[in-house]
Nanobody, 128 residues
């Protein structure tokens, strides 16, 4: 069974930075490097917001408009880990951040679709 565990969230002031990590394990029929991955966030009472994705090889990335220029997604396939570097945090970035794994090697922009595996999330809170 594939397991996905996020870490790195916390409470920061406006303008601060965080680096989120996502460790995946338990692949049997495929490997970590076969799958594109995504970060999705959710504010309580609201829907899921797709914010970033990276293809299986790490050479292609995509970002939602609200985070472009501030967030950077990357992956280390040897370590089976996905990262999200978040800079210049704003109060509106406050949310629970989820790591999710696509069923295949490509990602889909803008909507959290075809995401086969999810972590439990890590909370990011930005104080003004």
């Amino acid at each position: 069974e594939v397991q996905v565990v996020e870490s790195g969230g916390g409470l920061v002031h406006t303008g601060g930075s965080l680096r989120l990590s996502c460790a995946a394990s338990g692949f049997t029929l495929s490997s970590f490097s076969d799958h594109a991955m995504s970060w999705v966030r959710q504010v309580p009472g609201e829907g899921l917001e797709w914010i970033s994705a990276i293809n299986s090889g790490g050479g292609s990335t995509s970002y939602a408009d609200p985070v472009k220029g501030r967030f950077t997604v990357s992956r280390n396939n040897a370590k089976k880990t996905l990262y999200l570097q978040i800079n210049n945090l704003k109060p509106e970035d406050t949310a629970k951040y989820y790591c999710a794994i696509y069923s295949g090697g490509i990602y889909y922009d803008s909507v959290p679709t075809d995401l086969a595996y999810w972590g439990r999330g890590t909370q990011v809170t930005v104080s003004s």
